[in-house]
């Protein structure tokens, strides 16, 4: 239940507050989390973020046989949110600072996505039934990175549009499929 208020709920609603009143097309997290008034709150962001994923596909990996690849991955990507989140994206002020705060953010999305297919996958090769009953998940997934695309292309930037879109559709997936998962491969 809480996992689903978080999903559904709490990202959502503080991701959409925290971009209020900015230019999705034209900005970004970085630039908008940049401002003394919203450095915290940015902060916050990611540690909500990364909680959220780290417990929900946790509790997924425990259905694949060693899953080192995915733990690495979601370890990656982790890690990376927190030095991104933590390191200032202030490029007049500190430019070297600014270019590894968004290297650490983008490959962050890059290693958060990169195990999302993967779980899929693996999910779906345990069994015919699992493969069946994952297959919107791993369309959605290839949906969520073609969208991602054609938003990156549109803006030209990594824009706060493409970041929402990104954070709120991943969450939706991942709890849609711990809630499946649980019902399909309860032990």
């Avoid at 991701?15 to 915290?40: A, D, E, M, Q, Y």
Wanted: hydrophobic content about 55%; glycine content about 4%.
């Amino acid at each position: 239940m809480l996992l689903s208020c978080i999903a559904y709920a709490v990202i959502p609603i503080y991701t959409l507050l925290f971009v209020k009143g900015t230019n999705w097309f034209t900005s970004n997290l970085s630039v908008i989390g940049s401002r003394p008034t919203r450095r915290t709150a940015f902060f916050l962001l990611g540690v909500i973020m990364g909680i959220y994923y780290y417990e929900v596909l946790k509790k997924l990996l425990v259905y694949l046989p060693r899953h080192i690849w995915e733990n690495r991955l979601l370890a990656s990507a982790l890690l990376l949110l927190l030095l991104a989140v933590t390191t200032p994206y202030l490029p007049d002020s500190v430019p070297v600072q600014a270019f590894l705060h968004v290297v650490f953010a983008f490959l962050s999305s890059v290693f958060l996505a990169l195990c999302l297919f993967l779980v899929l996958w693996r999910l779906s090769a345990l069994s015919p039934s699992a493969r069946y009953f994952l297959r919107p998940y791993r369309i959605s997934m290839v949906g969520i990175t073609v969208i991602s695309a054609v938003l990156l292309a549109v803006a030209g930037i990594i824009s706060t549009a493409l970041e929402i879109f990104f954070i709120i559709a991943t969450t939706i997936l991942v709890q849609k499929l711990y809630v499946l998962s649980s019902c399909i491969f309860s032990r």
